[in-house]
């Protein structure tokens, strides 16, 4: 950054970082590469961005606009911000209120206080007894980021009485619990020196080479040029992906709706998120087409088999259609695969990844679906060269993924037959989507379309045609707060905040069968009541 002061006069910084003009002794604001500020205190400021534009005339009104957030100041008498974001009201020296989706705030300026949306009238109480807490800046990387609807819906679910078809969980009586205590045991007796200690970054070497072989079996891995890291998650091989491949501001196709532990993953990267309609059987491939022409497209996400949220499945067609789109025009692919061994009906369709002859496409898996999620072992294999700069991220974030985990995973592939256990869970999982349909069919309205997934955890419901994002977020909440029953707004998927929506999303793989039975008993009364017959 390179700064200019004449100070009394006005002084004047930028940088490929940041833009500054300063009046000092009056006021003073910085900028940045994502915004530009102008400030002339006492008389006018004004500030504009990419990310936000500001004008301040302290003393008098300041305003502050932009697409994560709008601002007006008037200090001294009235403060007032808005955003899709978020929402604040300053009356410096009186009172300052912020209201947002995601956050209310309460500013007494010289006291000063913010709160999170659940304990404002804690803080309010704080407040009004002096106490002094801190204000914290976050980093625009994070600033905007919102928690998970699915997490706030997710609350109602302690409540015991609710039914939650809201998870994304695998249903617990397929977790191999016996095996895995047994497995266990025995790792704390005969290596707990292993088990208990660092690790090195790529993972626990009899692992990597057990997943590189099954990799290498299904024809997605290619010794060639190929390398696999293992991860603490499919979450962890997505994030480390777009980190290393990804500038702020380049392109990022994902599926709209998509997945949205990794869409917050890829807002944190600051890259352009931009979605393409999904399908019954896939991504939109003239819209994909169309994006990747206009040119700045990194990385394409795909999650082509059972995706979450919608449960749809990519057609071969349309698999080799994006791979021949993505070389055309320079993009890697990063397909993710977390379903992909829960098919129960229909045929196996060959992975992105084996159309590869030259490290284009990024392969991330897990253990999560088919061992458990709270060992957090995924992995992701990739060109060798892509694979050592996720090492070097990985080391950053958090050195290594658990080692009693992982060889909890290793002596579970050696010493039991993965397409057996696989086969064991596939019977679960068809068993519970063929209750829910059918409950589906019998009780809910006529109007309501949904989707009849051949694997994976999830049904994507679509209310009539006319119906609003606001009226759908309406139904998921009376349903959850009035009947009990816990289920996903699909807004919460949508890349834009602006997307309308009007489906949510069911999960049939954590509830008993009972449950599933009365829950959608529930909600098939509540949308004849709201949608009609
Ligand atoms: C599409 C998709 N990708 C990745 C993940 C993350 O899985 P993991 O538990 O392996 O981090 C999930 C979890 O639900 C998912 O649905």
């Not at 940041?18 to 009046?23: C, D, H």
């Not at 490290?359 to 990739?382: D, E, N």
């Not at 349903?479 to 602006?498: E, N, Q, W």
Request: hydrophobic residues 40%.
């Amino acid at each position: 950054m390179e700064q200019l002061f004449v100070p009394g006069i006005f002084s004047f910084a930028e940088s490929w970082s940041r833009k500054q003009l300063f009046v000092p002794g009056i006021f003073s604001f910085a900028e940045s590469w994502s915004r530009e500020q102008l400030f002339v205190p006492g008389i006018f400021s004004f500030a504009e961005s990419r990310s936000r534009e500001q004008l301040f005339v302290p003393g008098i009104f300041s305003f502050a606009e932009s697409w994560s957030r709008e601002q007006l100041f008037v200090p001294g008498i009235i403060s007032f911000a808005e955003s899709r974001s978020r929402e604040q009201l300053f009356v410096p020296g009186i009172f300052s209120f912020a209201e947002s989706r995601s956050r209310k705030q309460l500013f007494v300026p010289g006291i000063f206080t913010f709160s999170g949306i659940c304990d404002i009238i804690n803080r309010l109480d704080i407040i009004l007894k002096g106490s002094i807490t801190m204000q914290f800046k976050f980093s625009e990387k994070v600033a905007y980021l919102q928690a998970s609807q699915i997490r706030e819906i997710l609350k109602y679910s302690a409540d015991p009485e609710v039914i939650s078809l809201a998870a994304g969980s695998p249903a617990p009586e397929a977790l191999p619990a016996k095996e895995l205590e047994e497995l266990s045991k025995q790792i704390l007796e005969e290596e707990p020196g292993i088990a208990f200690q660092y690790g090195v970054t790529e993972g626990y070497t009899p692992l990597r080479d057990e997943v590189k072989k099954i990799l290498q079996k299904r024809g997605i891995f290619n010794p060639e040029y190929d390398d696999v890291v293992i991860t603490s998650g499919a979450q962890q091989a997505n994030e480390l992906s777009a980190k290393v491949l990804c500038n702020e501001g380049d392109t990022l196709i994902v599926e709209n709706p998509c997945f949205i532990g990794s869409l917050n993953a890829f807002k944190s990267y600051h890259v352009d998120l931009q979605g393409v309609t999904l399908e019954e059987d896939g991504i939109n491939i003239a819209e994909l087409e169309e994006k990747l022409k206009a040119g700045g497209v990194k990385l394409v996400y795909l999650i082509p088999n059972f995706q979450n949220p919608t449960g749809n499945t990519m057609s071969r067609e349309k698999r080799k259609q994006a791979f021949d789109l993505c070389g055309k025009y320079g993009a890697v692919i990063l397909e993710d695969n977390p379903y992909g061994d829960l098919r129960f009906a229909g045929e196996d369709i060959e992975c992105i990844k084996e159309y590869d002859t030259e490290g284009r496409v990024i392969y991330s898996g897990t253990f999560s679906k088919i061992l458990s999620p709270g060992i957090r072992v995924g992995y992701v294999c990739a060109h060798k060269d892509i694979i050592q700069k996720i090492v070097v991220c990985k080391q950053v974030a958090d050195v290594h993924t658990t080692m009693w985990s992982q060889m909890l995973c290793y002596r579970f592939l050696k010493k039991y037959d993965l397409d057996e256990h696989l086969r064991k869970l596939r019977r679960v999982y068809e068993h519970k989507t063929g209750l829910m349909l059918s409950e589906i069919e019998k009780n809910f309205s006529s109007k309501i379309t949904y989707t009849k997934p051949q694997g994976g955890l999830f049904i994507w419901c679509t209310l009539p045609e006319g119906v609003s994002t606001k009226q759908m977020i309406d139904f998921c909440t009376v349903a959850v707060r009035d009947y009990k029953v816990a289920i996903v707004p699909g807004s919460a998927f949508s890349i834009k905040d602006t997307d309308e929506c009007r489906s949510f999303r069911l999960n049939f793989s954590t509830p008993t069968d009972e449950k599933i039975v009365r829950g959608i008993e529930i909600l098939g009364k509540l949308s004849k009541e709201m949608f009609g017959d």
